[in-house]
């Protein structure tokens, strides 16, 4: 039984859905002006046979910035879509917090021109497209106005993609904080600029803080073109069955890659290219194919109280071969602890360095 007329006529009545628990089918509908989803532990799925794009499309009164629609709660609910669906997707709408939802399957949520939104104790899980989420600002040309950015991602959980657990592409100041990146087949949290097609958007802060990334398939994270990037304090070890890495920063300035674990990544443990401005401190990097850390052609880092060692726990078939290496110009590494990699334990070979209280034998 299809329930799209009598959920778009209530949504247009009151403004709100709410479903008593149960499992309803429903083809993809579209909302407006509404601002209160909630499912009471409820499943919302899309007729089989129903092979619109969008199932949730949640948008703008008017498609236009002028019309945006503030102030959404989306709570406790499950959301099925068909495999050639997105389960939501979100358009030009503001102040939102989505918490206790659950989205399984489809290609992937898609939110456009989103600002000011919360995810808290949310799945997004086996999306068979590109990603679990895909995240990308709307430049509105009529006005000349960049739209989106203070998304947070809290103690949420996104798996099992087909490709990448996330997608973002130039939008600032998205943020994870406490959540679980497990086995998606590519990488698990992908940041990536695009300035030629979002000109207007500046791809900065965004943040990656307490997290859990493991088991992706190629690397944990990879950030291009950032400025101001924050990495800290997260268990990472991705990356060992297609030798990846476990975190990657390139072509970043003002970098903090600090406190993390990373362990059995397939290449590097930590692996930062054409960067500047920031830090690579306080990490284990451990018992990785390759590299512990490796900083290439960088410039004004401080690399200090890391340690990069081969460990009697190490589960590997071969010894990680390198410890630290730096190349550049006016890096520091100081406090360093290397030993017991297979090729060499240390080495910066940076122009105009300062280097001290390296261990490494």
């Known amino acids: 039984f299809d329930n799209k007329q009598y959920i778009e006529a209530a949504a247009v009545a009151t403004g709100s859905l709410i479903f008593p628990k149960g499992e309803y089918y429903s083809s993809g509908f579209i909302l407006r002006d509404v601002h209160f989803i909630s499912g009471n532990e409820s499943h919302l799925r899309q007729i089989p046979s129903d092979n619109t794009l969008l199932f949730i499309n949640h948008r ?33 709408v503001r102040l939102g917090n989505m918490r206790s939802v659950k989205v399984t399957g489809g290609i992937g949520c898609f939110f456009e021109g989103v600002a000011d939104w919360s995810f808290i104790q949310c799945e997004f899980v086996e999306a068979v497209g590109d990603e679990n989420i895909k995240i990308i600002p709307y430049e509105e040309a009529s006005t000349g106005l960049t739209i989106g950015g203070g998304i947070v991602f809290y103690k949420c959980f996104i798996a099992r993609s087909a490709k990448d657990g996330v ?75 297609s030798k990846g890495p476990g975190i990657s920063v390139d072509n970043c300035i003002g970098i903090n890659i600090d406190n993390n674990s990373v362990y059995l990544c397939g290449t590097s443990g930590i692996l930062v290219n054409n960067s500047s401005f920031g830090s690579v401190c306080g990490n284990n990097s451990n018992d990785n194919s390759y590299t512990g850390i490796r900083v290439l052609n960088s410039n004004r880092l401080t690399v200090n109280n890391n340690t990069c060692c081969r460990t009697p726990l190490a589960s590997t078939p071969y010894l990680q071969q390198e410890g630290i290496r730096v190349e550049g110009d006016k890096n ?30």
């Open 60 to 92: 703008s009164k008017d498609d236009t910035w002028a019309g945006v629609v503030e102030r959404i709660v989306y709570e406790n609910i499950s959301i099925l879509p068909n495999h050639t669906s997105r389960g939501i997707y979100l358009y030009l």
């Open 167 to 241: 997608n973002i592409i130039q939008m600032p100041s998205v943020w994870f904080r406490d959540c679980v990146i497990y086995h998606n087949a590519d990488t698990g949290l992908r940041f990536k600029g695009d300035k030629v097609t979002y000109p207007g958007a500046e791809f900065t802060v965004n943040k990656v803080t307490g997290c859990d990334i493991d088991d992706n398939y190629y690397a944990g994270i990879q950030i291009t073109d950032g400025r101001y990037t924050d990495f800290s304090n997260n268990w990472v070890s991705s990356g060992r069955q």
């Open 332 to 361: 520091i590494t100081i406090g360093n602890i290397c030993t017991g990699n297979s090729y060499y334990n240390f080495s910066n070979v940076s122009t105009n360095k300062e280097e001290a209280y390296n261990i490494s034998n």
